[in-house]
């Protein structure tokens, strides 16, 4: 039986590639973007295309109603973020702290909700989340990105112990800047 990866905020960069390389091994392919091109990519590679925000719950929960019922599973979850707001770290507005929060953490959190009970049924599952190497030594020209993906550390750890029980695995991998 095949296995089902599924992709939020993957329609470009490093999530699009992911995608690209499962499909190759065989796995069913699901994308999720907000510009359309995680739904070209899909279609492409003969999966599900849906375009919707993961800063959006609703467009979460749809797109997981519409991978459950064409593949009746999610095997791998793969949480992509895009760019938040960079600049001085004192000159950062408030929305734009709150906006990076939402980029680089509360989409992990999000996603985690909807398909952990999915992934709980199964009794398996992986969830990869694409942070930053400068997680742990932040990056100054990035200081929504630190802060935040410091916090998704924090998190994914919290989550990793709470759900190993579950056969559920969650880890942030650490790239660094890529073209």
Same mark, same amino acid.
């Given at each position: 039986m095949k296995k089902t990866a599924v992709f939020i905020a993957s329609g470009s960069g490093m999530g699009a590639d992911a995608a690209k390389h499962l499909s190759l091994k065989g796995f069913d392919i699901a994308i999720m973007s907000s510009s359309g091109k995680g739904e070209r990519l899909a279609?492409?590679? &003969?999966?599900l295309g849906f375009t919707g925000s993961n800063l959006i719950t609703n467009d979460i929960e749809n797109f997981f109603e519409k991978v459950l019922t064409k593949f009746n599973k999610v095997d791998v979850l793969v949480n992509s973020?895009?760019?938040?707001p960079k600049g001085d770290i004192l000159e950062i507005s408030d929305k734009d702290w709150i906006k990076g929060m939402e980029v680089y953490l509360l989409n992990v959190i999000r996603s985690s909700r909807?398909?952990?009970?999915?992934?709980?049924?199964q009794k398996? &599952?992986?969830i990869i989340n694409i942070?930053?190497?400068a997680t742990f030594e932040p990056e100054r020209f990035f200081p929504t990105s630190?802060?935040?993906r410091?916090?998704?550390?924090s998190f994914t750890k919290l989550y990793a112990d709470k759900y190993a029980k579950y056969n559920i695995r969650m880890n942030n991998i650490l790239p660094g800047f890529i073209n």
């Open positions: 279609h492409e590679l &003969g999966g973020a895009g760019h938040g909807i398909v952990t009970p999915i992934m709980q049924k398996n &599952g992986a942070s930053t190497f630190g802060v935040f410091s916090g998704l550390a």
